[in-house]
C-alpha cells in the first residue's frame, strides 16, 4: 500500500467535514420547517489554498465560495474551478472596482458611500451586483456594519441607486460563549429579515439571511438563516 501524501489525507477530510456539515444542515432546516435545500452552503476559503478549494468544488459540490479579501480573492482567482463567488470582508471603497464584476454578490456592504461607489462601478462595467447589507446586530464597536436601528433609512437610500440588488442581510454576532445569547441576535435578524422583505422596490429583492459560521451554523439555522459561511469546519484551522 503506498503511502497517503498529507494532500491526499487533507482532501479526505474536507470530504467527510462537508458530509458531516451537510447531514446537520438538512436536519436544521427541517427542524425550522424548512428543506434541506434551502439553506445554502458558502465554503469560506480565507487562507486556503487553491487547490483544497477546487477539490471541494469538484469532488464535493460546493458551489458557492466566499472570500475575505479583494487581493486574496483577484491573486485565486485564475486558479479556480467555475464557482459562484462572494465577498464577505469588509470593502474599502478605494478597492471596490478592482472586485466589482468579478464576484456575483458583496456580502459586506456597511454604508451607502460603499454602496454608491459598488453602483458607478456596476454602471462603468455594464454589470449588475448583488448586495447584502451588513448588520451590526450586537453593536459591537469591534465589528463593521449597519446598526438595526438605521438600517430602513440605509435601504431607502441605496434603493435609488443604479445597477445593484438588494438581496438581504449578513450577520456577524458578537463573539460570546453563551449560546442563547448568540440565539437571540439570530433572532433579531431573522425579524428584520422579514421586515425589510416586505419592501418593494426595483432593486430591493430579499431572500438571503446570510448568517452562521463554523462554531454555530446550526442555532443560525434554526432562527431562520438560508445562507451559512463555514471556514474552519470544512477546510481545518486557518493558519495566517
Ligand atoms: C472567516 C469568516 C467566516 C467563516 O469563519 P469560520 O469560523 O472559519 O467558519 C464567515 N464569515 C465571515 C465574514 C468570515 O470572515
Redesign the pocket.
Known sequence: MTEKSYTDLRCEQISENIKRIRNEIAEAAIKSGRRPEDVRL?A?T?TVDTCFINHAISECGIDLI?E?KVQEFLSKEDELLPCEAHL??HLQTNKVKQIVGRVKCI??VDSVKVAKEISKQSVLKNVNTDILL?VNIGHDDAKFGISPESLDEIIDEIAELESITVRGL?T?PPICDDIVKTQRFFENMYRLFLDIQAKKSDNVRVSVL?QG???D?VPAILAGSNLV???????GD?TY
Open positions: 458558502m469560506v480565507k466566499g475575505n464577505i470582508g456580502q459586506s451588513e449578513m456577524i446570510s459560521m463554523s462554531a451554523y459561511r463555514v471556514g474552519s469546519a470544512i477546510f486557518r
